[in-house]
Structures are given as structure tokens and as C-alpha cells.
């Protein structure tokens, strides 16, 4: 079955048109890349799919139902999960108590304590239980927006740029820990990523998108050769370079 379904979507704040007709499908258990130039429009891709805002025309369809005019709340509890480019975290309060909130949020049961530890253990942030989240690393506030989400059980995740900022061992651990909740919660993964190294360690497949629109759906290594891809998003510093 597919997991998402993006059928024609139009979206412009003010007279600015952001998304000028985006139609793809992602398959359950699928992960899917969505790249492109600063301003292309991936952040507002993932806030209409995740109902954050509402799109002018098109629909959403999250596992053959027409999602389209559900509130957030409505599609996290059909599944879409999501984080966000900068961290939601409340800051003041400790990492159990984020997830704590996030479970209550999106459960009737009781969120409990346990089920709290358990997902940061999940995410590999239990030591940090009682640090207050603002006290966190960076690449640890990750790890808790993550963890965030998780509590929601979500089938697909949205993650925008959960790479930004990181060095490189934090890169790689969070490419293995997406790696680990892919096989062990089967969860459909779709990343807006600039950082395309660890991107490809994810995905077989990626869009790009250009100006609000999908200029490109394919695999990474045709990307790599697309005039307009080229053009529009990697320019003359990535040819030849393969990263
Ligand atoms: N809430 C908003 N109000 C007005 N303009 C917005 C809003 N959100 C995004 N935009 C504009 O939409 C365009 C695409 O932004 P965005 O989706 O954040 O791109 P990306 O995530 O690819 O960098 C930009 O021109 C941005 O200024
Ligand atoms: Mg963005």
C-alpha cells in the first residue's frame, strides 16, 4: 500500500508561489529524499503533509485516506510524524519530560515513565533522562525531537534537515540510528536533506525540488547526471566530486 500519496499541490504566501504543482507517491517502508536549493519549497512540502499548513489546491492521501483537510493532531494519530528543521523542544524542561508530553499528546494510555525511558533508550538519549533539554548538544536535541516523535508511533516520519549543523560522527550516528527504526518500527522515512553524503546512505530514491517544483525523481546517480538537477541545485562544485 502506499504510504503517501501528494496529488497535485499548490501552495503561495501571498503572491509568492511556493509549490507549484507537486504530484509523488511514496510506497510503505519506502525512504525518500526530498533536496533542492534553499527557498525550493521542502520545508513547506513537509508542513502540508503534515498539516502544519494548508494547501491552496492538490490533496494528501496517507495510506489511501484523503488526509487533506485534517488537523495535525488527526494525521499524527494516522501516523505522520514529523520533526522540525529547528528543534520544538521545551527547553526548560528534561529530555523524559519532552517525551513524556509527546506520548500524552499522542496516546490515550497513560504516558508513563517507563514507556518514556524506553523510547530514549530507543534513541540512545537515556543517560540524559533528567538534563534539561536546553543543556543538550546539539546533535543530542536531535536525538530528543526524534524521540518526540517516536512517542507519537508514527508509520511515516518527516524529518527536515535532522543533519544540519552536525559533524560527522554525529552524522553517522544518526544515519545508523534512522537505519536501526526503519527495520525495527518499519517506519517510512521522508528526509528534506541537504546533506547529501549521508542522505544516499539512507535512499535509493530522491526528489529535487527547484522553485516549487519536482524537477527530478529518481536515483542518486542519475541525479548526479541530470542537466537540470546540475543546473537548478548542484552546480559546477559537485560534478565529478561524487559526494
Ligand atoms: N509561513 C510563510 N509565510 C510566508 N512565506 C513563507 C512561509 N514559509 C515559507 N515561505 C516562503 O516559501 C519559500 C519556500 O520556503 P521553504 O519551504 O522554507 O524552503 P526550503 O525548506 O526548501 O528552504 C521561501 O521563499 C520562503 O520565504
Ligand atoms: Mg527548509
Redesign the pocket.
Known sequence: MRALEVIGVEKS??G?K?LKGISFGVEEGETVGIV?P????????LNVIGGV?RQDRGRVLAFGKDISSRRPSERARLGIGRTFQITRLFSNLTALENVMIALHYGSSLPATKEKALEILEEVGLSHKAKDRASSLSLAQRKRLELARALALQPRVLLLDEVFAGLNPVSIKEIVDLLKRLREERRITLIL?EHVLKALFQLTERVLV?SEGRLIFDGRPEDMAQNEEVIKAYLGERYVGKGS
Open positions: 504566501f501571498g509568492n511556493v533542492g534553499n527557498g525550493s519549497g521542502k520545508t513547506t512540502l499548513i528534506a525540488l
